[in-house]
């Protein structure tokens, strides 16, 4: 199978520099972030850093290998976004944000009208659960609906 640009799937590669470059982005971002941890840890400043160092180097060899690899390696579909499971997550997302907002008000206007007093941390950590917990349950029945 031919992709458009004319060559088989598998055989386009990114120039070697890249690749180098992707490297020494992640063994500069993983030493960055590696120190940042253990200058917050000064009592286990090399253990942070080791922790801080394993936790860090795969997200930051991937975010290299997409910022400089992958334009040369993966051919971008024209149509990607028109795919089902978009279509279905955008469902879910409108109507999360229809239902958040909805409860929010509700929620501001019980509060007002009865004076109470509630802390913000655990209303706004209430309101991203609540957000989450409607998104994923919109999609899984968007999706049992369309797949029966």
Known sequence: MVDPTGTTPGARRAPISHYVLAGVFAAVATIAVSLVVGATNPGDFWLAVGIGAMCTAYPALSLGARIFVSDHTVTRDAHGAESAESLWLKQA???????????????????????????ALPALLAVIGLGVADAGLRYAVIRHRSLR
């Open 93 to 119: 997302g409108a109507g999360a944000f229809l239902d958040v907002l909805v409860a929010t008000v509700v929620g501001a206007v019980v509060l007002m009208i009865g004076r109470f007093d509630a802390p």
